[in-house]
């Protein structure tokens, strides 16, 4: 089973089954606790950049749950890259935080890929 999942970080958004790279849980942490109501729900229920729906299976996602990069990277080692691209393209179109068990995993990731640029449309 596929699934194309995005992080709700409102209740209504969760039977929709959408869902962004970064958890909800990591977006609550990262700075989204601060935001309005309606900031949140345009988080959860974005998809003004192509990065925020991706397809995985119910077991991929049910293993990854709420981790970030630091204890949880796709099983997929050539995914990595872009996975980690991902990532950090979607907390900066938030202005989300990234903490330094974060950076240090994202580090050791992208140390290892192509040197590409990556183009990031702010949505705040």
Not at 7 to 22: K, N, S, V
Not at 82 to 97: E, N, P
């Amino acid at each position: 089973m596929v699934l194309a999942v995005r992080r709700p970080l409102h209740p209504g958004a969760g039977r929709c089954g959408h869902r962004p790279p970064g958890p909800a849980r990591q977006a609550w942490d990262s700075g989204a606790s601060d935001r309005s109501a309606k900031e949140r729900e345009a988080y959860a229920n974005d998809l003004g950049d192509d990065r925020a729906l991706i397809a995985v299976s119910a077991a991929s996602n049910r293993s990854k749950a709420d981790q970030d990069p630091s204890t949880w990277l796709p099983p997929a080692v050539g995914y990595r890259c872009q996975y980690v691209t991902d990532w950090v393209a979607d907390k900066t179109r938030w202005g989300l935080s990234i903490d330094t068990g974060e950076k240090a995993a994202l580090t050791e990731v992208l140390d290892n890929c192509p040197n590409l640029p990556v183009t990031v449309t702010r949505a705040r």
